[in-house]
């Protein structure tokens, strides 16, 4: 979080941004490339599974990449859409996965814990957020915290 100074002398806390990554049609080279740039010091993973038949974008690898980059790299699988694989339109899979977060409010919670401290990305595959769980992820983010704004590289 950065601090601001009120002209009044007083202090006001300015939430830092909620960043989200998609890795499709990224290279690994690319996705690293994005993350430094904005200056990500974190990546939270919010696959369920952290699969990828991309090179390089399997947990393991991932981390393993991201860290040779000075990146840290958490995986936080309650954060994952059990929805995914269903055979539903986007639409309706991201309407199931807000209505589990909802009687998940811990998921929030969880993501909050993981990306509070520093400058933080949630990650998963659709290159666009709106398309992926995380938009939805983002979303219960700023009802918590209104001031909040969101970047998306």
Known sequence: MTVIKRKTG?????????????????TLERFI????????????????????????FSKTALRDALGGAGIEYIHLRIAG????DQKADIETCLKLYSSHVD???EV??????????TKAALLCFEASSLECH?????????ETSPNRSVRHL
């Open 103 to 105: 009687d998940h409010p």
């Open 33 to 56: 490339e994005l993350l430094q740039g904005a200056g990500i010091l974190r990546v939270v993973d919010v696959r369920e599974l952290p699969l990828s038949r991309r090179k390089g």
């Open 108 to 117: 929030v919670q969880e993501v909050e814990k993981a990306i509070s401290g």
């Open 10 to 26: 007083r202090s006001a806390v300015k939430p830092t941004p909620v960043w989200t990554i998609g890795y499709a049609g990224k």
């Open 134 to 142: 995380r938009s939805i992820l983002v979303e219960r983010l700023l």
């Open 81 to 84: 859409n059990p929805f995914r």
